[in-house]
């Protein structure tokens, strides 16, 4: 098994902004992690730190119980958000490079470049300059930069912004692949679909801290529940101050109402047949997305 990616209170400061404040999480082996906040929360800078491309003004990142050093770095599969392919050179050509610099001999980065550029659809552009792909397909190459060495740890900055629906199916089949092997793999998104049916665990960031970390059912689990009803006159306001209901929202034949764990649902049923005929009553837990807002706006 792999060793776990551990991100140990880092703090980094950009001259007065703090762009990083005791940010801390481990991605266990075989896990995959997705990293979310809104635009500046500081995900980029936590994954460049893992990375070694800035240094953190505190803290430490491990994998397992060894601080993370030059050599252990090599094993690091990493898509930068700046994407940092040469424009001039070939996908192909470039792959090979990259993949002996990581330490392959010549005919094992052969077959892995062939393989992986097959995998990712780029089989007919493997001779052909990165600078001449389409975008998605540049995105393309560059996942498969990072999967060429066959790293022990994956780390990819927004590694499906850009990428056709299929390209995002063959992704995600990658990443739980890597994940199967043992692999801990850390991504960034603001695709909270795809986080949401992708990732064992996910950490909201804001503002350069953990905000919440959980598996996603977790998160959605402590997020409280709502209970759809339709039927009952809204306009009596039926469920106003009943025990358990945090908040009622009257839409048309629609009662929308959060929660909580001392909600008696038979009690809230027979309290709405007495304002009309129920015909749906169903609870449902919050979406990744409404726990983002809540998170983000708190
Ligand atoms: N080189 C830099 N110099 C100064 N400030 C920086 C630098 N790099 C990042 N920042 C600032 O640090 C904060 C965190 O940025 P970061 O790129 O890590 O966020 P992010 O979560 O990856 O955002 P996004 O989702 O937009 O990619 C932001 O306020 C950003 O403006």
């Known amino acids: 098994m792999n060793d776990p990616l551990i991100i140990d209170h880092l703090s980094k400061r950009y001259g007065n902004l703090t762009a990083l404040s005791d940010m801390t999480f481990t991605v266990n082996a075989g896990e995959i992690f997705g990293f ?3 635009n500046g929360a500081g995900k980029s800078t936590t994954m460049r730190i893992v990375l070694g491309v800035l240094s953190a003004d505190s803290g430490r990142v491990l994998l397992g119980d060894r601080p993370i050093d ?3 770095r090599r094993q690091i599969g990493y898509m930068p958000e700046e994407r940092g392919l040469y424009p001039k050179m070939k996908v192909g050509e470039q792959l090979r490079f990259l993949a002996e610099l990581h330490g392959l001999s010549s005919a094992d980065a052969r077959d892995n470049v062939v393989r992986w550029v097959t995998r990712l659809g780029l089989g007919e552009r493997i001779d052909d300059n990165v600078g001449d792909l389409s975008l998605g397909n540049q995105q393309r190459a ?3 930069a990072a ?8 780390v990819l900055d927004e590694p499906f912004s850009g990428l056709d629906p299929v390209a995002v199916d063959v992704m995600s089949d990658v990443l739980k692949e890597k994940a199967a092997e043992g692999v801990p793999v850390l991504f960034s998104s603001h695709q909270l679909d795809l986080v949401q049916r992708l990732c064992d665990r996910v950490g909201i960031i804001t503002k350069g801290s953990m905000r919440a970390q959980g598996s996603v059912d977790e998160l959605r689990a402590g997020g409280g529940k709502t209970l759809h009803v339709t039927g009952p006159d809204t306009s009596t306001r039926w469920a106003d101050g009943l025990p358990g209901v945090i908040e009622a929202d009257y839409r048309g034949a629609d009662t929308h109402l959060r929660i909580d764990d001392t909600a008696d649902d038979q009690r809230l049923l027979a ?3 007495t304002h009309g005929p129920v015909h749906r009553f169903a609870t449902s837990h919050p979406h990744l997305t409404d726990l983002f807002r809540e998170v983000v706006s708190a």
């Open 70 to 72: 030059l050599e252990m």
């Open 271 to 273: 309290t709405a047949l």
């Open 142 to 144: 560059q996942l498969a």
């Open 36 to 38: 979310v906040g809104s």
């Open 147 to 154: 999967l060429v060495h066959e790293p022990t740890v994956l």
